[in-house]
């Protein structure tokens, strides 16, 4: 096993390496100038600026175990991602470092806590394993006007169908900087791919008539040469910064009272701009505790994993333009690195009238935006009529000039099911945007390294009229998200 570099206090137990990334011994930073602890972020610079004489330090930069992911091996856990400790509470008794008095910190409502006799503000620096202190945090690097700015955008566009009652309540004042917790894992696997897979070799049409006297028409039938060949892939891939929520309630998105989702949707965050953890960047924020641990959360990373891995080969399989159906996909997992972090979002929530939340969340570095307005029912029902009345007389009137033997009314019942329905439906998506999610499989950082190809023709496809391969699966993603 490789040792983690640059980093002490490592134990290890069987396969299994725990690295302490804990960061001040007394749970103080003080500023270099004056000696304060009295420091909080300063976004517009991303330093931490004491609040007495005005000075601005920079945090401490997290240090990798593992320099280069392909030499990862076994599991590596932050002591920040430990598992949490049931049994441990969440008030804490810290003594002051600078007059030795006795404060208690409620790790459940802050980070920070000052010592009521001789001001100094005293920072749970230190781990401890109850799922409040991470190993590394994401600095805010947006202000709180940016992401009312864009969070009234957002709700703006869906102005016209929204609720009357959430348009009247509808203020950005309860807009929150909120750090929630996630893991970030690292990866290093080797992959083994197997399926079939059909090349195009030509398509042609043919024109024939069919029927006799006045029931003759024309038909006109494409058809296609293939050939099919055994296909397998053998590779190495490093996945680096795959974030999870490691919150239950944010893990659920498939809610049907929580909106949860629109948060899953705001990632990627630049993780290699991530500090080592320090609760001064807290002052002024909310954060929720992580309740979750490395062995909750395994299957899932494993599966998207599996996810990435299909879609970062398919470079390697373009000349298969009628599909592939994998049938055998084995991902050995050599190396996982798992460290908790606090990521920042701006969250806006507002419960509906029928006890539905629904969130707008703002990615607190890049701004990027998604939630869910509730809609007015009624209205959009109504709406959604009318449109179909609309298209069902447009589909009378083609149907009565085109085709000759179709009764004008058919087409108009089909007109207007379609019309209503495509309206109410994708005006719903819009504004709940249940499907929005951080496509994993396509944006995660990922390399794929060491290909091995193999390629076989298996058999002839010939004169066929099917235009693309049956059970092509390797777009598929296995985890959409859900309960």
Known sequence: MNEPQDLENVETAEETTIIDTSNLDD????CEACGSTDIALNVATGMLRCNFCRHEQEGATFEKAIDDIRNLTGQVIGSG??????????????????????????????MQARCHWCRNTLSVNEQIPNGAVPDKVLPFSTNKEAAQGEIKK?????????????KEEFVTDNVMGVYLPYMVIDANVQGQFSGLGEVELRRWTETRTVGTGDKRRTVVTTYYDADRYNIGRDFDMTVEGLTIESNTEKLNLGSTDKTNNVVNAIKPFEMDKAMKWDA???????AEKRDTNVDDLRGLVDVKITDIARHNILNSVRQYNRGIKWQSENIDVVGKQWKAAYLPIWLYSYQH??????????NGQNLKTMGSVPIHTTKLLLFSLFVGLIVGVLGMLGAAAIFEDIDPWIGAVVGFLLGAILQYSMTQSKYRNKGARYEHERDAVAHIHNMKSSDNIARKIRRTTKASMGGDNSQTVNYKGGS
């Open 27 to 30: 749970g103080q930073t003080k």
């Open 81 to 110: 991602a430990a598992n949490i400790e049931a049994s441990t509470d969440d008030v804490l008794t810290f003594k002051c470092g600078s007059c030795s008095a006795e404060v208690i910190v409620d790790t459940s409502e802050s």
């Open 154 to 166: 957002f709700v703006n566009k869906r102005q016209f169908f929204a609720h009357p009652t959430f």
């Open 280 to 286: 001064n960047y807290m002052t002024g924020y909310t």
């Open 353 to 362: 009238v029928n006890k539905s939340i629904h969130y707008v969340a703002v």
